[in-house]
């Protein structure tokens, strides 16, 4: 069976670039980067190398960047280091967005049980944060602020200069979580003004286990494991190396390859989207209309399951991420979804579709009609009714 492969925003495969740099790294360059023979000096060098790509990627010194096991834990860190190290400060105010990934919002929930106080922004119905109400919330006591760079849902990019301007001009910390954005959009974390930004291996053609926390050299953090003087004493244990490796070819790829990928991206998606939109009715895109990932569909199927849709497309070899999980036997919607206001109704229909550059047309025109045909079905036998669904884009 021909599989075609629309859940980008979930995992992407290691490119062969990536994969040739690494695979020296499980055999003959084996060595532990703190030894100080040469097994260990030219593995610790490589580190170097992978760190000065990293760096170059984000506008960063290559000091700044610290190893982690992916953006789960980054984000972790971010938080929970700045907030252990400030904890004997008056600054107990954190403030995040409501659709951050659950890295994000689960730490925070976390630290309201050891005294911190969070405050979730709302977005608006194409997801964005409004600046006004950033700035109406930032106080004497916000330590932190965390808002992602674009979210992993609905592919809404944030008007990230403009919040980190908001925020620093505050005298407050700024985070954010770039996971889905490298490679999409260019981020120069000095212009921009952030203090940390997260970033994973897996998202970017690299591997899986291996992400990046960027610590500004002036921000001060508490360690996040302890037991070793890795990742100047802030991280312990031995550095992934291959993985590391890796996520440096990545980064450099996806930063040298940004314009030709995003352009091709943006054609093939709105193509898809176009078609969609022809062919079958009572749909709805999802999040910003322009400013969104190029690679990032979100679409709501009035009168259909979208687990079913899911499944349906799964045994025609398709595979597409569905925008609600099912909890405790019943269907909760999305907390992204949620947050943008969708109907229960609609958010139950949710889809969520996340190309990558070598999609062709062909494959657009044949998941499109595969979509037809599923949406047809399902509808046949779905109990909800036109005018139970609210309003669309294309009736
Ligand atoms: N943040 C965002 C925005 C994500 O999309 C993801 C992955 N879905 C993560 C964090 C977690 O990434 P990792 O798998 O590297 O821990």
């Given at each position: 069976m021909n599989r075609i492969y629309l859940d980008n925003a979930a995992s992407t495969s290691v490119s062969n670039e990536v994969l040739n740099e690494m695979l020296p790294y499980?055999?003959?360059?084996?060595?532990?980067p703190s030894s100080l023979h040469y097994f260990g000096r030219t593995?610790?060098?490589?580190?170097?190398?992978?760190?000065?790509?990293?760096?170059?990627?984000?506008?960063?010194?290559?000091?700044?960047?610290?190893?982690?096991?992916?953006?789960?834990?980054?984000?972790?860190?971010?938080?929970?280091?700045?907030?252990?190290?400030?904890?004997?400060?008056?600054?107990?105010?954190?403030?995040?967005?409501?659709?951050?990934?659950?890295?994000?919002?689960?730490?925070?929930?976390?630290?309201?049980?050891?005294?911190?106080k969070v405050t979730y922004l709302p977005v608006?119905?194409?997801?964005?944060v409004s600046i006004a109400e950033l700035l109406h919330q930032l106080n004497s006591n916000t330590l932190l602020v965390s808002i992602m760079t674009a979210n992993n849902e609905i592919g809404?990019?944030?008007?990230?200069?403009?919040?980190a301007k908001t925020?620093?001009?505050?005298?407050?910390?700024?985070?954010?979580?770039?996971?889905?954005?490298?490679?999409?959009?260019?981020?120069?974390?000095?212009?921009?003004?952030?203090?940390?930004?997260?970033l994973s291996g897996h998202?970017?053609?690299?591997?899986?286990?291996?992400?990046?926390?960027?610590?500004?050299?002036?921000?001060?953090?508490?360690?996040?494991?302890?037991?070793?003087?890795?990742?100047?004493?802030?991280?312990?244990?031995t550095v992934n190396v291959a993985g590391a490796v890796g996520l440096g070819k990545a980064c450099e790829i996806a930063c040298r390859d940004i314009i030709i990928n995003s352009q091709k991206l943006r054609r093939m998606r709105d193509y898809f989207v176009e078609q969609v939109m022809?062919?079958?009715?009572?749909?709805?895109?999802?999040?910003?209309?322009?400013?969104?990932?190029?690679?990032?569909?979100?679409?709501?199927?009035?009168?259909?399951?979208?687990?079913?849709?899911?499944?349906?497309?799964?045994?025609?070899?398709?595979?597409?991420s569905v925008g609600s999980s099912?909890?405790?036997?019943?269907v909760e919607p999305s907390h992204v979804l949620k947050a943008i206001k969708l109907s229960p109704e609609l958010a139950a229909g949710t889809i969520r579709i996340t190309i990558s550059k070598n999609i062709t047309k062909e494959d657009i025109d044949f998941v499109v009609e595969k979509l037809e045909e599923i949406v047809k079905k399902l509808r046949a036998i779905s109990p909800l009714t036109k005018s139970s669904i609210g309003e669309f884009d294309n009736v």
């Open positions: 499980f055999t003959n360059m084996f060595g532990n593995t610790n060098e490589a580190l170097d190398v992978s760190r000065d790509r990293i760096a170059k990627a984000i506008g960063a010194k290559p000091n700044e960047i610290y190893f982690t096991s992916g953006a789960t834990e980054s984000n972790n860190w971010a938080l929970l280091g700045i907030a252990e190290k400030f904890q004997n400060s008056d600054k107990k105010h954190i403030i995040t967005s409501q659709i951050e990934h659950p890295s994000i919002l689960e730490t925070c929930k976390y630290l309201e049980t050891k005294g911190f608006d119905s194409d997801g964005l809404t990019i944030q008007n990230l200069k403009a919040i925020v620093k001009e505050k005298g407050v910390l700024f985070h954010t979580d770039a996971t889905q954005a490298i490679g999409a959009i260019n981020i120069d974390v000095k212009e921009m003004g952030i203090d940390m930004l997260t998202k970017i053609n690299g591997p899986k286990g291996i992400g990046a926390l960027y610590i500004a050299n002036d921000v001060e953090i508490a360690p996040l494991l302890h037991g070793g003087h890795q990742e100047r004493n802030l991280r312990a244990g022809n062919k079958i009715p009572y749909v709805k895109l999802n999040g910003h209309k322009f400013q969104r990932l190029p690679n990032s569909i979100s679409l709501s199927f009035g009168m259909v399951e979208a687990e079913a849709l899911m499944m349906m497309l799964d045994l025609q070899g398709i595979a597409v099912c909890s405790s036997g019943s």
